[in-house]
């Protein structure tokens, strides 16, 4: 049972460049989230989705797109990158609306 | 603007000392405040979490004294230990259940 993973683990894009950061959980939960966690101001919620074909916006989603095919998979998307996107991205999961979330290992990601 | 306020920043104690971490809200539709332990390179981990209609909950050294009126919930740690050393995130859930909103943390160093 590995959990939640993520990839990759480091990742440095140049301006307006696009990439996808990969989230898989195999614990059969139902909601999952993205965040973004930044120096001094704790974790922000960008997307979660409730559901495979179920996506929603949190409270920073602009400049990100999500989809939710599987159970198991929530990739984030990052379009036209900017420096204000430079961050540690977490991606999270929970069994149905549970408190306890589980959080992946992080993507650190620089854009420059 | 940050739904849930977290202070102090940082904070250093003896070993055997009494941290003590506080938080307040003021969005009174938040139905479960967890609080989250990180070590440096790694993702968030529920601690414990506690409801509103709770005053104080204990798991361990770890305990939540709640205060629904004022609208603050703290964490203390008691006979803190030099493995405690990390940072601390209190969380505040929505009441639809879907979204959580994190302090800005706490980093605690515990000197042995």
């Known amino acids: 049972n590995a959990g939640v993973t993520q990839t990759p683990k480091f990742r440095i894009l140049k301006i307006g460049q696009s990439m996808t950061l990969q989230c898989t959980q195999d614990m059969n939960h139902n909601y999952m989230y993205w965040y973004r966690q930044d120096p001094g101001m704790g974790l922000k919620l960008i997307y979660y989705?409730?559901?495979?074909?179920?996506?929603d916006k949190g409270e920073v989603p602009n400049g990100y797109n999500v989809s939710r095919s599987t159970t198991e998979d929530f990739p984030l998307r990052l379009e036209l990158a900017a420096p204000s996107q430079t961050s540690v991205y977490f991606c999270a999961s929970s069994y149905g609306n549970s408190y306890e979330q589980y959080f992946g290992p992080g993507t650190r990601l620089t854009v420059t | 603007q940050q739904q849930v306020k977290q202070s102090p920043q940082s904070l250093i104690v003896q070993k055997g000392g009494i941290p003590i971490i506080n938080c307040a809200y003021e969005?009174?539709?938040?139905?479960?405040f967890p609080w989250y332990q990180q070590f440096p390179g790694k993702g968030p981990a529920l601690l414990i979490a506690?409801?509103?209609?709770?005053s104080e909950k204990k798991e361990g050294r770890f305990t939540i004294s709640f205060n629904k009126s004022a609208k603050q919930f703290s964490l203390h740690i008691m006979d803190s230990q030099p493995g405690d050393s990390a940072t601390y995130f209190c969380a505040a859930r929505s009441g639809t259940g879907n979204q959580f909103y994190f302090g800005t943390g706490t980093s605690l160093t515990v000197i042995p």
């Open positions: 969005n009174t539709a938040f139905d479960y």
């Open positions: 989705s409730v559901g495979a074909g179920i996506t």
């Open positions: 506690i409801r509103p209609d709770v």
